[in-house]
């Protein structure tokens, strides 16, 4: 091993030791780091990030008008509008019709929005139990649609499902510690949620907004499903429109993250929804500001965010069970690095920045991985999992729309099961995301706050808090001890290496 890796394990550890003191002294203090003038001032509020917002706007507008096209091109007669004369590659004699299809997207829909609607229900009185099942039965269902695929001669998507069991089975594995405090923090955030009703009605409503869109994008997908391209050219196309439904779906999760955020940090930072410190309306203001001023941040942030914690996760999952392996260990964590870069620009805890101060998405990043840096909290949030019991809920759902969507394509046009299935199980998993998201943003938010002010948890919830206090602690001196014990096998290798030179 090299001196710099010496130094580095001996920066990592003297900066752990520091970690703990800054924790201790934090939660000790008296005083309040927040300034409740500076949140929700108007006088701080400017448009940001405004490219990415005409971006967005600009794609929706397109793409609504070639989705349009598409469906009616297929809609009640083939090539009504002679666009398949356009296609100069592999041609089919297919006389299919968009409304062949687009009921089959109508379930889709209609399940998925279900599937959202009841976990808001069930949230308060069964969501620990949802979560639970989410964990579990994600494996074995990835491994029932991967059989019914081969058994369809669908050997591609039977091998990918079958991948993303095992993939899902060894990350379980890999974090199956961690769920018991992962479980505590979303049941502390679900007590936050059920607390605010009127976060349900925003997420229902943003559901219902999505529907409508939804709407539209079936109706050209339908039309792809339907026209005479070869299977190439239909993929590709239901490709591109896949990414623009991911892309929008997480805009309007986002924008409730944003929304939800905002509350949830004026709730902990007043003592309460019924605080007599509370401002007026703070719903509409957060709402307003999430969709005017800060609407850009979120467009922009959608497009990477989602992708790139799903790569933290799994790799930090495979990482803490590589062993004693060394090469592969140095190139995970070359990997891991990579992403830890990345995360320091686009991660999820910028909305709340953006929310309460109004700041730029990669400022608001960059300010929220500094925050948990310097208070030694980013611990606590590498050790937490809730954000992936969340998507596994949502992957579920969408699992579950695909296949409903699926079942009832393969009765009447078998050939077009998995084109229908996989893009209604992005549906699906959009309008459960929704549901989720709510979770999701009361998790960050109690996260800003305690590394904001860990007096602002203790004031809401103070056995909570000891038992937040008491993890990062033990993370911490586990960071420490596993410092200290890279630092002496790396001086006892450098021992050996001058031994061998001598």
């Known amino acids: 091993m090299s001196d710099s890796n010496i130094s580095s394990s001996s920066s990592s550890s003297s900066s752990d030791s520091a970690s703990i003191a800054t924790v201790d002294q934090n939660v000790r203090r008296n005083g309040r780091m927040i300034d409740d003038g500076d949140t929700f001032s108007p006088k701080v509020r400017r448009w940001r990030d405004v490219f990415w917002l005409a971006i967005f706007m600009l794609h929706l507008i397109a793409l609504g008008f070639v989705l349009v096209l598409l469906g009616l091109n297929r809609f009640k007669k083939s090539d009504r509008l002679n666009i398949d004369r356009y296609t100069n590659r592999v041609w089919e004699h297919n006389n299919g019709l968009t409304e062949n299809y687009w ?35 994600l494996t074995t269902y990835l491994a029932v649609i991967s059989v019914l695929c081969f058994w369809c001669k669908q050997f591609f ?28 923090v979303l049941q502390k955030a679900v007590k936050m949620v059920w607390s605010l009703p009127e976060v349900m009605r925003v997420a229902y409503a943003f559901m219902a907004v999505m529907l409508l869109w939804m709407g539209i994008w079936s109706f050209g997908a339908a039309g792809v499903v339907a026209s005479s391209r070869g299977d190439l050219g239909r993929w590709w196309l239901l490709v591109v429109l896949s990414v623009s439904l ?30 007599s410190p509370m401002p007026p309306n703070p719903l509409m203001k957060s709402l307003r500001y999430a969709v005017t001023t800060s609407f850009g941040s979120i467009c922009y942030g959608s497009l990477f965010t989602a992708a790139i914690r799903t790569l933290r996760w799994k790799i930090r999952g495979f990482r803490s069970k590589i062993g004693n392996n060394e090469c592969l260990f140095c190139c995970v964590d070359f990997l891991f690095q990579l992403v830890e870069t990345l995360v320091r620009f686009f991660n999820k805890y910028a909305y709340v920045q953006i929310a309460v101060y109004g700041k730029g998405f990669n400022r608001a990043a960059r300010d929220a991985w500094e925050l948990f840096q310097s208070t030694g909290v980013e611990a ?58 709510v979770v999701e943003s009361a998790v960050t938010s109690i ?53 061998f030179h001598l």
């Open 103 to 137: 009921p089959n997207y109508a379930v889709a829909g209609g399940v998925g929005a279900a599937l959202g609607w009841i976990w808001l229900l069930l949230l308060g009185s069964h969501a620990n139990l949802m979560m639970k099942v989410s964990v579990h039965i």
């Open 157 to 184: 998507w039977g091998v990918a499902f079958a991948t993303g069991a095992a993939l899902q089975f060894l990350y379980v594995i890999s974090v199956v510690d961690r769920l018991p405090f992962t479980m505590l």
């Open 246 to 275: 991911f892309w929008t779906g997480a805009v309007l999760c986002n924008t409730v993250h944003v929304i939800v955020s905002g509350l949830v940090f004026l709730v902990l930072i007043h003592g309460g929804r019924n605080a």
């Open 380 to 437: 606590l949030v590498a050790y937490d999992c809730s954000g992936a019991v969340l998507l596994m809920g949502t992957v579920l759902g969408g699992l579950i729309t695909g296949t409903c969507a699926g079942v009832w394509t393969w009765m009447t046009w078998c050939d077009r099961v998995i084109m229908v299935g996989s893009t209604a199980m992005l549906m699906g998993m959009v309008l459960v995301g929704l549901a989720m998201v």
């Open 447 to 499: 996260y800003i706050c305690y590394a904001e002010d860990p007096l602002l948890i203790q004031k809401w919830d103070p056995q909570f808090f000891n038992q937040m206090s008491e993890k990062l602690h033990q993370r911490l001196q586990h960071r420490s001890a596993l410092a200290r014990e890279i630092l002496t096998q790396n001086q006892h290798d450098t021992r050996m290496q001058d031994i």
